[in-house]
């Protein structure tokens, strides 16, 4: 029989053993989070990159008048397939990080909803869309061959829908790092290539449909081999439905929560999309390309923002499931600062810079400073506060998120109906950043009264407060060298740079305490 000090230090050393294990465990899982979101930022930076790009490379090959018919397509492509998962994404995003929480397996729903997504989709796009693309082609686009352009977009909408629906999977098995190499990054790998290719051959607003549609659908091959070869083992299909009246049931209880997700992801999207589409009814197309250009480029000040926000919804799902309040500040408060830090940076430099564009696009495009302001001052709203609704969404709360949604998009059609045909360009940008305020406070109001805690703090208001002065200050010291050029206005950028890393790194003001 074994003394008792012997078992006593067999049993420590196990104790010990099994501590050093977890703890590994926990670091090579962090590690890895911290990796794909890593991942992520790297795919959307190259993204953001190729879309600039390409964006010049397209407006300069086809012009300005064009390039505005180009951005119509793809802004009412992009809402339809917003529309086509039917909220299911998010769904099932939600439904992960739920069952997770609650230590149980998961066996989700996901080949049977995506036979029913698809189901759904060709219904939309038969009894909805191509009437749409009939009725604006004839009475509100009426630019030649519109009817073709848009007709061929939608027609690749299930597609889109089918993307993203295994997206939620790739987020909830933590690889939306490989999801998004597997989507936006091929997508703009193929972008460059074709545009740089076979748009130089065949500079029509055609070309650039059919690019689009190209890059999708090698994407969303691609994303299907390797779900089956890496994750499909890892979420089990479940058992054949074969009472159809038990499937319809099940279908339509998924759909009853899911549609609201749709609702708020659609309002939610309609707050960056809608206005391109309102200005492009009110005025010219010329106008459409010149505003489309500035909102492109002013999408840059969410880059980082929208790749770390990622991760938050099964966050929010777990800690509140937990009822772990603190964690649920922290999340956010984290987000905060480093958000603050780096669209604040992108905010100053797109805001005061963004008129300077027309060196890039051509002598065809005109930038107004007041429209540029405008545009990424909503851009640095929602980088900053949007997570906010997995709050709300990730909580049961998703039709009180839907009705945020809803009164920012009432605000935006509203005051761009009002200003547009006053102020063109300058009353769309207005508008949006007027939206993008009045669905963040709605927000903020909401979360602290219902949780007990606001996102921010002061100090995160002062990246974005001084990044402007610095930028002039720049420009200021550029200016004595002769008049606006592409090199001028490269070594005011340079010296921008300069200055926000000397600030970041000196004042002890800018500095966040640990939360």
Known sequence: MMPAYSIIGASF??????RAKTVSQRLMRAARAKSDVLLAVAAQIFQQIATFLTGVMIARAIGVEQYGISNLVRNTFTIASIIGPLGLEIWLLRFYGVQRAQGREIRGTLGFMRSVCL????????????????AVSHYVYKYPDFIVLLGLSLLVVPVAADLSLLGSVYKAESRFGAYSLLTIGVQSLVRVLLVGTVLQLSPTVLTVVLINIAQLVLSYVGTLLHFRRRLQARIPMPQVIEDVRYGARRAIEILSVSIWFAGSTLIYSAL????????GAFSTAKAVGEYSALSAVAQLVQLYPLAASQKIGPQVAAAYERDDMEGLRAIYRRYAQQSSLVAGFVFGGVAYFGSHLDLLFGKSFAFQPAVAGLIAFGHLLSAIFAPLGFCLSMTGRHRLEFGVLLGGVVVLVASCCLLIPIYDQAGCAASVALAFATVNVARSTLVFRI???????????????????LAAGADFLVRPLG?????????????????YLILLIWPKFLRHEPS
């Open 13 to 18: 050393f196990v104790d010990v053993a099994d």
């Open 119 to 134: 189901c759904i989709n060709i219904g939309l796009l038969i009894c909805i869309l191509l009437p749409y693309d009939y």
């Open 272 to 279: 960056r999309l809608v206005d391109v589409l309102l200005l």
């Open 451 to 469: 949780f007990g805690f606001f996102p921010a703090t002061w100090r995160d208001a002062l990246p974005p407060l001084a990044s402007l002065p």
């Open 483 to 499: 008049e606006r050029t592409v090199l001028t206005t490269g070594l005011a950028c340079a010296l921008y740079v300069a200055f």
